[in-house]
């Protein structure tokens, strides 16, 4: 069965008030207990090994992977798992898409979070990407151009690039006859310069005429 | 999901027996279902099935219990790894009283209806979460 199809049956039962009410106390627990085991089973870890860093006994830990135990966890005890996973911990309230959504994307690989320390690089380049798009825009806007606003230029920005201390820079001129605007991220060089390499492509709205580039340059690292 | 696809066993009248389980609210109350459907689509997107949530059964080769716990009822959902390769056809739905099937017979059902929806698979189709 596809996802769809689970997700529309659920829907049908979800318009009686009874079933959702359940199904929402279901999809709490029984996804934390999913969760908790496909966090440790990520990292390798033994119940006895989680129990060890949450200063739990194993038994419990066996508890809070068992969707049929009596006993549900606590919010403190949730914190203490996460703080174990070196992982952050999300309580909110959302619409019952959401739910129909958690509740039918189960898979495993799904469930899977990073610790902190594993996703610190990709948060920085994350961070440092939309700092070059912040720029790009603002040079865009001082070239003359009406972008209408970030989230235009995000839709055609190339993600996948790595960066490091990115300065980006914008400059009219054209590009292979398109009107683009090329963004260029530094990347750090031996002898500490920094070599501009294009990363990012925006192509502008055709209304657009006029068209910026930014040559390939080198920079003092860090002056 | 789409680790495994569950199935429902249907009868020679093409009935569903699953399905008329399930929406028997005298046997399966509401809140129970809703419980049963979560762990069912938890199990979908989980490759390696562990205790205590699913287990062979003794002496009955091929046969799985999923178990699912609501109040103080234990719901014990029997079915078997097939036809097809990450297919679970669910066969027999029964209960557990302390050590005991009810009903008693309720593996030797399942391994029945295994034995027929291998010979064909015509006789099990996709199950539906409503």
């Known amino acids: ?223 | 999901m789409d680790e495994w696809t569950f199935l429902d066993y249907l009868d020679e009248r093409n009935t569903n027996p699953i399905q008329e389980w399930l929406r028997d609210r005298t046997r399966v109350p509401v809140k129970a279902k809703a419980k049963i459907d979560r762990i069912l689509l938890q199990l979908a997107g989980t490759r390696l099935w562990v205790r205590p949530l699913a287990s062979n059964l003794d002496n009955h080769p091929g046969i799985v219990e999923i178990r699912v716990r609501w109040m103080n009822t234990q719901y014990r959902l029997l079915g078997f790894r097939g036809p097809t390769e990450r297919q679970f056809t669910l066969l027999f739905p029964a209960l557990e009283h302390g050590d005991q099937f009810d009903p008693q017979n309720a593996p030797e059902i399942a391994q029945r209806r295994m034995a027929i929806v291998q010979n064909d698979w015509s006789r099990a189709c996709e199950h539906r979460y409503r």
């Open chain 1, 1 to 223: 069965m596809n996802t769809v199809t689970a997700k529309q049956d659920l829907l049908e039962s979800c318009k009686e008030r009874e079933y959702r009410d359940a199904l929402n106390v279901e999809n709490v627990y029984g996804g934390i207990c999913a969760q908790i085991r496909a966090l440790r089973e990520q990292r390798e870890m033994s119940q006895a090994q989680l129990g060890r860093k949450a200063n739990m006994a194993q038994e419990r830990i066996s508890i809070l992977e068992d969707p049929n135990a009596e006993t549900k966890p606590t919010l403190n005890t949730m914190l203490r798992i996460a703080s174990a996973f070196d992982v952050g911990l999300d309580v909110r309230f959302v619409p019952f898409s959401t739910v129909l959504d958690r509740s039918t994307n189960t898979n495993q690989r799904s469930l899977e979070v990073e610790s902190f320390d594993d996703e610190l690089p990709a948060i920085e380049k994350d961070l440092a990407v939309e700092r070059a798009l912040i720029a790009a825009h603002e040079a865009g806007l001082s070239a003359g151009l009406s972008v209408s606003n970030l989230s235009d230029i995000y839709d055609y920005v190339f993600r996948g690039a790595t960066a490091y201390s990115p300065k980006t820079k914008v400059q009219k001129g054209t590009w292979a006859g398109q009107q683009n605007i090329m963004i260029h991220e530094a990347r750090p060089q031996p002898k500490g310069t920094l070599v501009f390499e294009p990363t990012g492509l925006i192509k502008l709205p055709a209304k657009e005429e006029k068209a910026l580039y930014t040559g390939e340059e080198q920079l003092n690292y860090g002056t």
